[in-house]
C-alpha cells in the first residue's frame, strides 16, 4: 500500500515557540491531505483539509491562524503550530489521499511544556 | 456521512476469530463502508471496504447484511497484535471526501 511519513515523530517544545510537522506521500501523489488531532483516549478529530496549491480548509473550532497549513507541492504538506501551548500537546496524525483509499502518516507526538 | 455504532470494547482469545460489529441504519445508497484500526500511538491503518458485496483480503473479511444497515468485520484467528482500536466508518467514495472516526471499539486479545 501507499506510504505516508511524518517527520519528526514526536516533538518537546517550550510554550510560545511554534513547531513544524512535515508530512510526505512517499510513493504517490497526493493532491488532498488531511490533518487530525488526537488526545489521549479520544478518537481522530479533523483539523483541516488541504489541497495541493490552494488555502486549507480548517473545521469549526480550529483556529486557522494558530495551526498553519502549507501544501506547497503533491507529496509535502506541512502543519506548523505556533505559539504553542500546554493545552496543544497531542498526536497529530497527517493522511493523504490517493486515488482511491486514505492513507494515514505515523503520527506526530507534541509536548509542550 | 452516515453515522456508525460500535460496542466500546471487545475481547477475544489468540487464535479465535474475532467478530466486531457496526451498526450503519442511516447508510445512504452510495455510502461504503471502511474499516480501519489503530495500535497505540501509530496512525490508523486500512483494513478493509466493501459497498454491499463480502469482501476478504488477507488481514480480514467484512460481512455486510443484505440491507446494509449493520456489517461484521472478522479476523479469522486473532493473535496479540491484533490489539488495537478498530473503527468502521461510512462515507461516498469519491476524491474529496475525508474519513471521520467515531469512537471505536477497543479490541483485546487475549493470551
Known amino acids: 500500500g501507499a506510504v505516508v511519513s511524518q517527520h519528526p515523530s514526536w516533538v518537546i517544545c517550550k510554550s510560545g515557540t511554534s513547531v513544524k510537522i512535515e508530512c510526505r506521500s512517499l510513493d504517490f501523489q497526493a493532491t488532498t491531505m488531511f490533518w487530525y488531532r488526537q488526545f489521549p483516549k479520544q478518537s481522530l478529530m479533523l483539523m483541516a483539509t488541504s489541497n495541493e496549491g490552494s488555502k486549507a480548509t480548517y473545521e469549526q473550532g480550529v483556529e486557522k491562524d494558530k495551526f498553519l497549513i502549507n501544501h506547497a507541492s503533491l507529496t509535502l504538506s506541512t502543519l506548523t503550530v505556533t505559539s504553542a501551548h500546554p493545552e496543544d500537546s497531542s498526536f497529530y496524525i497527517c493522511?493523504?489521499?490517493?486515488?482511491?483509499?486514505?492513507?494515514f502518516g505515523p503520527g506526530t507526538r507534541l509536548t509542550v511544556t | 456521512d452516515a453515522k456508525t455504532t460500535q460496542p466500546p470494547s471487545m475481547d477475544c482469545a489468540e487464535g479465535r476469530a474475532a467478530n466486531l460489529p457496526c451498526n450503519h441504519s442511516t447508510i445512504s445508497g452510495n455510502e461504503y463502508v471502511y474499516w480501519y484500526r489503530q495500535i497505540h500511538s501509530q496512525g490508523p491503518q486500512y483494513i478493509i471496504h466493501g459497498l454491499k458485496n463480502n469482501e476478504t483480503n488477507e488481514m480480514a473479511s467484512l460481512i455486510i447484511t443484505e440491507d446494509r444497515k449493520s456489517s461484521t468485520l472478522i479476523l479469522p484467528h486473532a493473535t496479540l497484535r491484533d490489539t488495537a482500536v478498530y473503527y468502521c466508518?461510512?462515507?461516498?467514495?469519491?476524491?474529496?471526501?475525508?474519513?471521520?472516526f467515531g469512537g471505536g471499539t477497543r479490541l483485546m486479545v487475549k493470551p
Open positions: 493522511s493523504a489521499r490517493d486515488v482511491g483509499e486514505q492513507y
Open positions: 466508518i461510512v462515507r461516498v467514495n469519491n476524491a474529496g471526501n475525508m474519513l471521520t
